[in-house]
């Protein structure tokens, strides 16, 4: 009786795993960066969400600043830098924005943000949140 194998067996075996590997890596690649690409919107839409709500708690203007260069966004009120998130880096996302900023007043309204959009890439994942006009964040799936 034989206790092992022989070399053909463990040839066959080595040669049918290294092909479901190789089939499966580019799944797990796509799943992967959908997966950094929401996170990285959730980021965003919590940056504009403490941006609403710090405006009305200190009764101010709050301002989050994109950076599309380094895929950041920095939130700003009366001159005090109060949050700032570098996706880019953190994340290894890219960040496109049809404006540059997103203003909220004291009442948590928005002001000149009509219909800003913001898209998240990396790879092949992509996702978008849109700021209506009035600062209201819209995260498109």
Do not use: C, W
């Not at 950041?72 to 949050?83: I, Q, S, Y």
């Amino acid at each position: 009786m034989s206790a092992g194998h022989t070399l053909p067996e463990l040839l066959i075996v080595l040669t049918i795993t290294g092909t479901l590997t190789a089939l499966a890596a580019p799944r797990v690649q796509q799943a992967r960066d959908h997966a950094i690409v929401r996170d990285g919107v959730t980021e965003i839409v919590a940056t504009l969400r403490a941006a609403r709500s710090a405006a009305q708690r200190r009764d101010a203007r709050a301002v989050v600043a994109f950076d599309t260069a380094a895929a950041a966004a920095m939130l700003t009120v009366e001159r005090d830098t109060v949050l700032v998130h570098r996706f880019g880096a953190e994340l290894g996302v890219t960040l496109e924005a049809s404006r540059d900023t997103v203003i909220y007043g004291p009442s948590g309204r928005g002001y000149g943000s009509s219909n800003t959009t913001l898209i998240v890439r990396r790879g092949s994942a992509a996702d978008t949140v849109t700021v209506s006009r009035l600062g209201r964040v819209k995260r498109s799936h």
